[in-house]
């Protein structure tokens, strides 16, 4: 069973930089749709990015759009979320998502704090 787990979180000052990782064990990201997703407190999760099955199509919801850049190495079995520009309003806990067909698998998260 494909098994995720992010990493790279942390705490940043705005308009500084991090990358996240999402590394999979137990089968192969590539086959997969990767989701990069945010759940900050008292909200909902909420769709960042999608990188589809093939790798050919990346989405991002606007708020991110131009700042952050998701990625993958398949050699690696890793997925990448390249964040610049951080902003207050991006602090949350970020998750990876890998889908294939119905199934889901989801990590444990990673805490993202941005504050001076």
């Known amino acids: 069973q494909l098994q995720v787990v992010e990493s790279g979180g942390g705490l940043v000052q705005p308009g500084g930089s991090l990358r996240l990782s999402c590394a999979a064990s137990g089968g192969t990201l590539a086959n997969y749709a990767i989701g990069w997703f945010r759940q900050a407190p008292g909200k909902e999760r909420e769709p960042v990015s999608c990188i589809s099955s093939g790798g050919g199509r990346t989405t991002y919801a606007d708020s991110v759009k131009g700042r952050f850049t998701a990625s993958r190495d398949i050699a690696k079995n890793t997925v990448y979320l390249q964040m610049n520009s951080l902003k207050p309003e991006d602090t949350a806990v970020y998750y990876c998502?890998?889908?294939?067909?119905?199934?889901?698998?989801w990590g444990q998260g990673t805490q993202v704090t941005v504050s001076s």
């Open positions: 998502n890998a889908q294939l067909g119905m199934y889901y698998y």
